[in-house]
Protein backbone atom coordinates (compact mmCIF):
# COMPACT_ATOMS: atom_id res chain seq x y z
CA UNK A 1 0.00 0.00 0.00
CA UNK A 2 1.38 3.44 -1.35
CA UNK A 3 0.27 6.73 0.89
CA UNK A 4 -0.24 9.93 -1.46
CA UNK A 5 -1.93 13.07 -0.77
CA UNK A 6 -3.33 11.43 2.40
CA UNK A 7 -5.12 8.84 0.01
CA UNK A 8 -3.70 5.05 0.07
CA UNK A 9 -3.13 3.18 -3.72
CA UNK A 10 -2.55 -0.35 -3.91
CA UNK A 11 0.02 -1.36 -5.97
CA UNK A 12 -1.45 -3.08 -8.95
CA UNK A 13 -0.66 -7.02 -9.45
CA UNK A 14 1.55 -8.33 -11.67
CA UNK A 15 0.30 -10.21 -14.26
CA UNK A 16 1.79 -13.41 -15.79
CA UNK A 17 1.83 -12.86 -19.96
CA UNK A 18 3.30 -13.99 -23.28
CA UNK A 19 4.66 -11.56 -25.65
CA UNK A 20 2.71 -12.27 -27.94
CA UNK A 21 -0.66 -11.64 -26.40
CA UNK A 22 0.92 -8.22 -24.81
CA UNK A 23 2.33 -6.97 -27.99
CA UNK A 24 -1.53 -7.01 -29.13
CA UNK A 25 -3.08 -4.83 -26.23
CA UNK A 26 -3.78 -1.63 -27.52
CA UNK A 27 -6.56 -0.43 -25.53
CA UNK A 28 -5.85 2.13 -22.38
CA UNK A 29 -8.55 2.15 -19.20
CA UNK A 30 -8.75 5.44 -17.48
CA UNK A 31 -10.14 6.08 -14.12
CA UNK A 32 -9.71 8.50 -11.55
CA UNK A 33 -8.51 6.53 -8.70
CA UNK A 34 -6.72 4.17 -10.81
CA UNK A 35 -3.23 4.01 -12.61
CA UNK A 36 -4.15 3.48 -16.55
CA UNK A 37 -4.75 0.38 -16.87
CA UNK A 38 -4.22 -1.61 -20.54
CA UNK A 39 -6.83 -3.51 -21.61
CA UNK A 40 -5.58 -7.38 -22.05
CA UNK A 41 -7.04 -9.29 -25.46
CA UNK A 42 -8.05 -12.11 -23.19
CA UNK A 43 -10.34 -9.79 -20.76
CA UNK A 44 -8.69 -8.99 -18.03
CA UNK A 45 -6.92 -5.11 -17.63
CA UNK A 46 -3.39 -4.25 -15.77
CA UNK A 47 -0.81 -1.93 -15.58
CA UNK A 48 2.67 -3.95 -14.88
CA UNK A 49 3.38 -7.54 -15.72
CA UNK A 50 6.02 -10.26 -14.48
CA UNK A 51 7.81 -12.18 -17.30
CA UNK A 52 10.71 -14.43 -17.62
CA UNK A 53 13.01 -14.61 -21.21
CA UNK A 54 15.92 -14.10 -22.78
CA UNK A 55 17.24 -10.36 -22.83
CA UNK A 56 18.65 -10.50 -26.03
CA UNK A 57 20.37 -7.27 -26.09
CA UNK A 58 20.27 -3.86 -24.72
CA UNK A 59 21.52 -0.83 -26.30
CA UNK A 60 21.38 2.93 -25.24
CA UNK A 61 20.04 5.47 -26.99
CA UNK A 62 22.14 8.18 -27.34
CA UNK A 63 25.99 8.16 -25.43
CA UNK A 64 25.98 9.07 -22.14
CA UNK A 65 22.19 9.13 -21.82
CA UNK A 66 21.22 6.41 -19.10
CA UNK A 67 18.44 5.34 -21.37
CA UNK A 68 18.66 1.78 -22.51
CA UNK A 69 16.67 -0.41 -24.89
CA UNK A 70 16.23 -3.56 -24.28
CA UNK A 71 14.25 -6.38 -25.63
CA UNK A 72 13.24 -10.18 -24.06
CA UNK A 73 12.23 -12.95 -25.60
CA UNK A 74 10.12 -15.79 -24.48
CA UNK A 75 8.73 -19.18 -26.39
CA UNK A 76 6.13 -16.51 -28.32
CA UNK A 77 7.46 -13.85 -29.03
CA UNK A 78 9.72 -10.67 -28.37
CA UNK A 79 8.97 -7.84 -25.31
CA UNK A 80 10.80 -4.14 -26.28
CA UNK A 81 11.10 -2.07 -23.40
CA UNK A 82 13.20 0.94 -22.23
CA UNK A 83 15.06 1.40 -18.68
CA UNK A 84 16.50 4.61 -17.33
CA UNK A 85 17.51 6.77 -14.18
CA UNK A 86 13.95 7.04 -13.25
CA UNK A 87 14.12 2.91 -12.37
CA UNK A 88 17.87 2.86 -11.09
CA UNK A 89 17.39 -0.35 -9.65
CA UNK A 90 16.68 -2.11 -13.01
CA UNK A 91 18.88 0.22 -14.57
CA UNK A 92 21.86 -0.32 -12.29
CA UNK A 93 21.04 -4.58 -12.89
CA UNK A 94 20.99 -4.07 -16.58
CA UNK A 95 24.58 -2.60 -16.44
CA UNK A 96 25.95 -5.76 -14.83
CA UNK A 97 24.26 -7.78 -17.56
CA UNK A 98 26.00 -9.54 -20.52
CA UNK A 99 23.24 -10.65 -22.56
CA UNK A 100 22.42 -13.03 -23.98
CA UNK A 101 20.97 -14.09 -20.39
CA UNK A 102 17.80 -15.90 -18.86
CA UNK A 103 16.16 -12.47 -16.77
CA UNK A 104 12.85 -12.02 -14.57
CA UNK A 105 11.51 -9.06 -15.01
CA UNK A 106 8.61 -6.88 -13.00
CA UNK A 107 7.76 -3.63 -15.17
CA UNK A 108 5.17 -1.11 -16.15
CA UNK A 109 3.49 -1.33 -19.77
CA UNK A 110 3.28 2.14 -21.26
CA UNK A 111 1.23 2.31 -24.66
CA UNK A 112 2.80 4.80 -27.50
CA UNK A 113 0.24 6.01 -29.40
CA UNK A 114 0.84 7.19 -33.04
CA UNK A 115 -0.99 8.30 -36.41
CA UNK A 116 -1.23 5.07 -37.49
CA UNK A 117 -0.45 2.69 -34.89
CA UNK A 118 0.09 1.55 -31.22
CA UNK A 119 2.97 0.21 -29.65
CA UNK A 120 3.16 -1.47 -26.40
CA UNK A 121 6.47 -1.02 -24.55
CA UNK A 122 7.64 -2.04 -21.12
CA UNK A 123 9.96 -0.36 -17.96
CA UNK A 124 11.26 -2.21 -16.09
CA UNK A 125 11.24 -1.89 -12.08
CA UNK A 126 13.48 -5.71 -11.47
CA UNK A 127 15.49 -7.05 -13.42
CA UNK A 128 17.23 -10.08 -12.45
CA UNK A 129 19.28 -12.77 -14.17
CA UNK A 130 17.84 -16.64 -13.25
CA UNK A 131 18.70 -19.93 -14.37
CA UNK A 132 16.64 -21.72 -16.80
CA UNK A 133 14.34 -23.65 -14.20
CA UNK A 134 12.85 -19.83 -12.94
CA UNK A 135 11.90 -19.52 -17.09
CA UNK A 136 10.32 -22.77 -17.45
CA UNK A 137 8.34 -22.63 -14.48
CA UNK A 138 7.17 -18.96 -15.58
CA UNK A 139 6.35 -20.82 -19.12
CA UNK A 140 3.95 -23.50 -17.44
CA UNK A 141 2.49 -20.95 -15.00
CA UNK A 142 1.82 -18.28 -17.83
CA UNK A 143 0.44 -21.05 -19.87
CA UNK A 144 -1.83 -22.04 -17.24
CA UNK A 145 -2.98 -18.10 -16.45
CA UNK A 146 -3.59 -17.45 -20.10
CA UNK A 147 -5.62 -20.35 -20.81
CA UNK A 148 -7.93 -19.59 -17.69
CA UNK A 149 -7.94 -16.24 -19.21
CA UNK A 150 -9.65 -17.65 -22.29
CA UNK A 151 -12.00 -19.82 -20.74
CA UNK A 152 -13.35 -16.88 -19.28
CA UNK A 153 -13.28 -15.16 -22.52
CA UNK A 154 -15.42 -17.59 -23.68
CA UNK A 155 -18.22 -17.76 -21.05
CA UNK A 156 -18.32 -14.21 -21.39
CA UNK A 157 -20.81 -11.76 -19.28
CA UNK A 158 -17.66 -9.87 -17.72
CA UNK A 159 -17.42 -6.36 -18.33
CA UNK A 160 -13.70 -6.61 -19.08
CA UNK A 161 -14.34 -9.82 -21.13
CA UNK A 162 -17.24 -7.77 -23.72
CA UNK A 163 -14.95 -5.04 -23.58
CA UNK A 164 -12.18 -6.95 -25.10
CA UNK A 165 -14.65 -8.82 -27.52
CA UNK A 166 -15.47 -5.17 -28.90
CA UNK A 167 -11.82 -3.74 -28.94
CA UNK A 168 -10.21 -6.82 -30.40
CA UNK A 169 -12.15 -9.66 -31.59
CA UNK A 170 -9.76 -12.25 -30.74
CA UNK A 171 -9.44 -15.38 -32.38
CA UNK A 172 -9.49 -17.72 -29.12
CA UNK A 173 -8.42 -21.08 -30.84
CA UNK A 174 -5.33 -19.13 -32.04
CA UNK A 175 -4.25 -17.73 -28.88
CA UNK A 176 -4.66 -21.42 -27.55
CA UNK A 177 -2.73 -22.44 -30.03
CA UNK A 178 0.57 -20.50 -29.24
CA UNK A 179 -0.18 -21.09 -25.60
CA UNK A 180 0.27 -24.90 -26.47
CA UNK A 181 3.70 -24.33 -28.93
CA UNK A 182 5.19 -22.35 -25.83
CA UNK A 183 4.80 -25.93 -23.30
CA UNK A 184 5.94 -28.00 -26.43
CA UNK A 185 8.58 -25.80 -26.88
CA UNK A 186 9.68 -27.01 -23.34
CA UNK A 187 8.85 -30.64 -23.81
CA UNK A 188 10.86 -30.72 -27.30
CA UNK A 189 13.90 -29.11 -25.80
CA UNK A 190 13.95 -31.50 -22.31
CA UNK A 191 13.63 -34.34 -24.87
CA UNK A 192 16.83 -33.41 -27.09
CA UNK A 193 18.54 -32.91 -23.63
CA UNK A 194 17.68 -36.49 -22.09
CA UNK A 195 18.22 -37.96 -25.97
CA UNK A 196 21.96 -36.48 -25.60
CA UNK A 197 22.63 -37.18 -22.12
CA UNK A 198 21.90 -40.45 -22.99
CA UNK A 199 24.05 -40.85 -25.50
CA UNK A 200 26.92 -39.92 -23.50
CA UNK A 201 26.57 -42.24 -20.55
CA UNK A 202 26.20 -44.91 -23.47
CA UNK A 203 29.58 -44.19 -25.19
CA UNK A 204 32.08 -46.57 -23.07
CA UNK A 205 35.75 -45.58 -23.07
CA UNK A 206 38.12 -47.68 -25.50
CA UNK A 207 40.86 -48.91 -24.22
CA UNK A 208 44.27 -47.58 -25.47
CA UNK A 209 47.53 -49.09 -25.67
CA UNK A 210 50.86 -46.95 -24.73
CA UNK A 211 52.13 -46.90 -28.26
CA UNK A 212 48.80 -45.92 -29.64
CA UNK A 213 48.74 -43.49 -26.42
CA UNK A 214 51.96 -41.93 -27.88
CA UNK A 215 51.07 -41.60 -31.44
CA UNK A 216 47.46 -39.63 -30.38
CA UNK A 217 49.40 -37.30 -28.44
CA UNK A 218 52.17 -36.86 -31.12
CA UNK A 219 49.00 -35.91 -33.71
CA UNK A 220 47.46 -33.26 -31.12
CA UNK A 221 50.86 -31.44 -31.43
CA UNK A 222 50.98 -31.62 -34.80
CA UNK A 223 47.06 -30.92 -35.12
CA UNK A 224 48.07 -27.81 -32.42
CA UNK A 225 50.32 -26.25 -34.71
CA UNK A 226 48.17 -26.05 -37.68
CA UNK A 227 45.16 -24.53 -35.70
CA UNK A 228 47.76 -21.69 -35.18
CA UNK A 229 48.31 -20.99 -38.70
CA UNK A 230 44.25 -21.20 -39.14
CA UNK A 231 43.88 -18.83 -36.55
CA UNK A 232 46.52 -16.36 -38.02
CA UNK A 233 43.70 -14.41 -39.67
CA UNK A 234 41.72 -13.90 -37.05
CA UNK A 235 42.19 -10.84 -35.47
CA UNK A 236 40.42 -10.94 -31.75
CA UNK A 237 40.56 -15.44 -30.75
CA UNK A 238 38.10 -14.94 -27.88
CA UNK A 239 35.28 -14.00 -30.01
CA UNK A 240 35.62 -17.29 -31.93
CA UNK A 241 35.36 -18.73 -27.92
CA UNK A 242 32.21 -16.55 -27.29
CA UNK A 243 30.80 -17.63 -30.52
CA UNK A 244 31.37 -21.25 -29.10
CA UNK A 245 29.47 -20.47 -26.13
CA UNK A 246 26.75 -19.36 -27.77
CA UNK A 247 25.79 -22.08 -29.29
CA UNK A 248 26.41 -23.93 -26.41
CA UNK A 249 23.62 -22.01 -24.58
CA UNK A 250 20.87 -24.00 -26.44
CA UNK A 251 21.69 -27.19 -24.23
CA UNK A 252 19.55 -27.49 -21.05
CA UNK A 253 19.84 -29.51 -18.34
CA UNK A 254 16.93 -28.88 -16.49
CA UNK A 255 15.64 -32.22 -15.26
CA UNK A 256 11.78 -31.50 -16.79
CA UNK A 257 9.50 -34.13 -14.96
CA UNK A 258 6.42 -33.88 -17.09
CA UNK A 259 4.13 -35.37 -14.20
CA UNK A 260 5.09 -32.67 -11.81
CA UNK A 261 3.03 -30.10 -13.10
CA UNK A 262 0.11 -32.46 -15.41
CA UNK A 263 0.72 -30.84 -18.61
CA UNK A 264 -2.44 -32.60 -19.44
CA UNK A 265 -5.01 -30.06 -18.93
CA UNK A 266 -2.46 -27.09 -21.03
CA UNK A 267 -1.90 -30.04 -24.04
CA UNK A 268 -5.87 -31.12 -24.12
CA UNK A 269 -4.18 -34.55 -24.19
Given at each position: ????????????????????ELNKATHKIESGDRAVQVLLPTGVSCNRVFIVGVLLDREETRPDSDFWKVRI????GVFR??????????????????PPEIV?????????????TTVVTIRPEVIIPVEREVRDYWVIETAKHTLERINRMRKGGNELVELAWQVYEPDLDYYEEK??????TLLDQHAMVESETEARESEEPEEVSEEEEKAKAE???VESWEGEEELEGVEDIESVERE???????????????EEWDLRDILGE
Open positions: MIAMDGRSFKREIARRVFAFSDPTGFVGRFQPDALESLLKIEAVVAKIRLFEGDTVKEAVRESEEDWELEDIDEFEFEE
